[in-house]
């Protein structure tokens, strides 16, 4: 049974810097494409970055491009998102997504979920 868990949510003022961290257990989680997905209220979830299972490719949201930092350790088997420059409308739960075989894209969510964590930014 694959297990994400999200880890370094929070509340910061705007400017500010926050990392997410995502531990991935069960399967061969190595060979995973990993990514983070965010669901302000009221609106729908939506992709923030994505990083293959080779950590030679990533791709990110444009709202979030040249601000955030995916990264993944495969051999402590985590990933990352480093948050910088962060503003008001990065409010929402952060989501860490992995799929066994397909890339995580704005067009193709993974099949297995974090439970996710709260980041808070306030102006």
């Known amino acids: 049974q694959v297990r994400l868990m999200e880890s370094g949510g929070g509340a910061v003022q705007a400017g500010g810097s926050l990392r997410l961290s995502c531990a991935v257990s069960?399967?061969?989680?190595?060979?995973?494409?990993m990514g983070w997905f965010r669901q302000a209220p009221g609106k729908e979830r939506e992709f923030v970055a994505g990083v293959t299972w080779t950590g030679g490719s990533r791709d990110y949201s444009d709202s979030v491009k040249g601000r955030f930092t995916i990264s993944r350790d495969k051999a402590k088997n985590t990933v990352s998102l480093q948050m910088n420059s962060l503003k008001p409308e990065d409010t929402a739960v952060y989501y860490c997504n992995a799929d066994r075989v397909n890339p995580i894209t704005a067009t193709s969510m993974g099949d297995y979920w974090g439970q996710g964590t709260q980041v808070t930014v306030s102006s």
């Open positions: 069960g399967g061969t989680p190595t060979t995973y494409a």
